[in-house]
């Protein structure tokens, strides 16, 4: 994701692998900010946020993408997929792949602004009202 802050862009990248230049301190699944442009351009940044539970988060693909909420519980599977327990702000709750969830805040801040439904899925009744049906 992309942000913008005054003059100076900033990228929010998610390490999915393994980076050389990333500190020590991150691991693979954690959130690190990236400047693309002004005076700190191709630098990250020492904030990062840890792919923990109680942080906001965004899933990027499966049947779920585009929803926002908080991770509320990891189940580890040795040998198949990790399932990602969510919960949105309706207190509406889902399960994807570890692999679906980009961290996007620590605690239920997120480092980035949200779209205008802020990743809420809406009931079927929701969308038809909203289209004036």
């Given at each position: 994701?992309?942000?913008?802050?005054?003059?100076?862009?900033?990228?929010?990248?998610?390490?999915?692998?393994?980076?050389?230049?990333?500190?020590?301190?991150?691991?693979?699944?954690?959130?690190?900010?990236?400047?693309?442009?002004g005076d700190r351009?191709?630098?990250?940044?020492?904030?990062?946020?840890?792919?923990?539970?109680?942080?906001k988060c965004m899933?990027?693909?499966?049947?779920?993408?585009?929803?926002?909420?908080?991770?509320?519980?990891?189940?580890?599977?040795?040998?198949?997929?990790?399932?990602?327990?969510?919960?949105?702000?309706?207190?509406?709750?889902?399960?994807?792949?570890?692999?679906?969830?980009?961290?996007?805040?620590?605690?239920?801040?997120?480092?980035?602004?949200?779209?205008?439904?802020?990743?809420?899925?809406?009931?079927?009744?929701?969308?038809?009202?909203?289209?004036?049906?």
């Amino acid at each position: 994701a992309v942000v913008s802050t005054q003059s100076t862009w900033e990228a929010v990248v998610s390490t999915q692998s393994t980076w050389e230049a990333v500190v020590s301190t991150q691991s693979t699944w954690d959130t690190v900010k990236f400047y693309i442009s002004g005076d700190r351009a191709g630098q990250l940044d020492n904030d990062f946020i840890k792919f923990a539970v109680d942080n906001k988060c965004m899933v990027t693909g499966g049947h779920n993408i585009g929803r926002v909420g908080v991770i509320k519980k990891v189940e580890k599977h040795p040998g198949s997929f990790e399932i990602i327990h969510v919960e949105d702000v309706r207190g509406n709750k889902f399960a994807t792949r570890k692999k679906n969830i980009f961290v996007i805040g620590s605690g239920k801040s997120p480092w980035v602004t949200l779209p205008k439904q802020a990743g809420i899925k809406r009931t079927i009744q929701e969308e038809r009202e909203q289209r004036g049906q």
